[in-house]
């Protein structure tokens, strides 16, 4: 409980988003307003759970590599937006200096947008339809898997690194998909 978390010093409210630390000694550094605190630290596993190093290894390894794909998606749906907004400020710039402008130039413009709009929906979910009327995009499932796997103590399980093998599949070829279009 927070309260009680706060009492000892230590301790979150809401469960912290990423991969873990591995446990050790570490240094912190804070930096605000031009002053810097710097701290040691030491990260310890619970003591009444039971969990062996490479396990947390294996554990965190896997987490890495969830995360980098995650940002991956993330900077080519930034692509995307950019080169939508290209697209459009070209098409804009053309009616507007030839209002009779060839469909077939028009139409290659549209073409292009649909492009960028289905890889876009293969990535992730519009903003403006919720997640239950349609099934979780590539991001949204590596960021369940990351959590599910993140969410114990323990190694992967077999079931996992087989779903994180499925996944970065389709990782593969979106993002080769979005980089060749690009």
Known sequence: RAADAEGDGGGFRFRPIGPQVLPGKYTVRLTAGGKTLTRELEVRVDPTIEVKEPELRTQLDL??????????????????????????????????LDPQAPKVLTGLISERKQQLSSMELRLARPNDIPGYSMAPRLV?????????????LAAPTPYQVEHYGELKAEFLKDIGEVNSFI
């Open 63 to 96: 987490n890495l590599k969830l995360r980098d794909m995650q940002s991956s998606v993330n900077d080519a749906l930034r692509s995307i937006d950019t080169f939508k907004a290209e697209l459009e400020q070209a098409e804009a710039n053309i009616k507007s």
């Open 140 to 152: 949204d499932r590596l960021g369940q898997l990351l959590g599910s796997i993140d969410r114990v």
